[in-house]
């Protein structure tokens, strides 16, 4: 059973930061061989991509609305992978989901087959 826990969420005032993380765990689950992505959904709109990382952490792939603010990285030693946000805007306020990709695509969710139960945050005006 892969399991995939996020934590680090919570409330913030709009130019703060705020570090996700996300430890997976499972026995059949190689989390080296894994690109790992985040995601976030705000209510009433779609589960969007936030920012990937390929297997090894050399490359590193991020939305636009995100690009300069979000960090993605990972800890393969640690089978977690984490997302440093600075500069936060109300507009960031999502619940965040951490996932595991099988594929080389790294902006669609249906490139990711394990999913975490997701993290809320919040930024305030």
């Known amino acids: 059973q892969v399991q995939l826990v996020e934590s680090g969420g919570g409330l913030v005032q709009a130019g703060g930061s705020l570090r996700l993380s996300c430890a997976a765990s499972?026995?059949?689950?190689?989390?080296?061989?894994?690109?790992m992505g985040w995601f976030r959904q705000a209510p009433g709109k779609e589960r969007e991509f936030v920012a990937a990382?390929?297997?090894?952490?050399?490359?590193?792939y991020y939305a636009d609305s995100v690009k300069g603010r979000f960090t993605i990285s990972r800890d393969n030693a640690k089978n977690t992978v984490y997302l440093q946000m600075n500069s936060l805007k109300p507009e960031d306020t999502a619940v965040y989901y951490c996932?595991?990709?099988?594929?080389?695509?790294?902006?669609?969710?249906?490139?990711?087959?394990?999913w975490g139960q997701g993290t809320q945050v919040t930024v305030s005006s």
């Open positions: 499972g026995r059949t689950f190689s989390f080296s061989s894994r690109a």
């Open positions: 996932a595991a990709s099988y594929s080389g695509s790294y902006y669609h969710t249906e490139s990711y087959d394990y």
């Open positions: 990382m390929s297997r090894s952490g050399g490359n590193t």
